[in-house]
């Protein structure tokens, strides 16, 4: 088996074990009996995850059935470890958060593996699996519409539910606009830190696609096949 065929198997099994806890997140959450409970998926860490398991399925197939990525898998990819990651590490401030102030907040297993373990294991094995690509710088500030379009509509259904997916959207709950503004602001950047460090990593990883090679492979299939269109 080649390691291109062992690291699409392993990007299958990843998708597979992030359903499996997205699907006890869902029923651990209904158990509550609470609006949270309720609205599932209306957390962006819920969605990026389910966003995360469509592109892992995909880049699965791929790579048992090619030796390299294709560009918009590396980009769909870095976009959604962009968004999982932020989500875990805003996740984690919130704990810490509630802490301090003696609020108690139950993390199930599968919080844990959708918010810490999946992600980090996820960009590690990205950066480690033969043949992907670099990605383009373009997705600093393309990893920025998905948090501000959940964002706008979160603000929109907040005030008609009257319940928010975390604490620092809920102006009632928060000093006023200026700490609401500050921390999506902080927030917001911390997307774009996350999306600058992956098309970083992704442009020094030895694993990824040497473009020169990529080009003489091309060239050598075309002529090929120019060849035996000739021959026949």
């Not at 620092?168 to 830190?193: I, K, P, Y």
């Amino acid at each position: 088996m080649s390691s291109r065929v062992a690291f699409g198997m392993l990007r299958l099994l990843t998708a597979a074990v992030c359903l499996i806890a997205l699907v006890h997140r869902l029923f651990w959450g209904l158990s509550s009996q609470t609006i949270a409970g309720r609205n599932f998926l209306a957390y962006l860490t819920v969605e990026s995850n389910i966003a995360l398991v469509v592109v892992l399925v995909f880049g699965g197939v791929v790579a048992l059935r090619r030796a390299n990525d294709p560009r918009w898998f590396s980009v769909a990819l870095s976009l959604v470890l962009t968004w999982t990651i932020t989500a875990g590490i805003a996740f984690a401030l919130i704990v810490w958060q509630a802490g301090l102030r003696g609020i108690r907040v139950d993390v199930p297993w599968s919080d844990q593996v959708l918010h810490f373990w999946l992600p980090a294991f996820t960009a590690i094995v990205w950066t480690l699996t033969p043949g992907h690509r670099a990605v383009t710088w373009w997705i600093v500030p393309g990893c920025l519409l998905f948090p501000l379009a959940w964002g706008g509509v979160t603000m929109w259904r907040g005030p008609q539910i009257g319940w928010y997916p975390y604490y620092f959207l809920d102006l009632r709950q928060v000093s006023g606009f200026g700490e609401f503004a500050v921390t999506s602001g902080l927030a917001l950047a911390m997307f774009a830190l996350i999306a600058t460090v992956l098309a970083l990593i992704s442009r020094i990883s030895p694993a990824k696609v040497d473009r020169a090679a990529s080009r003489r492979e091309g060239k050598l299939s075309r002529s090929r096949k120019a060849g035996t269109a000739t021959a026949t």
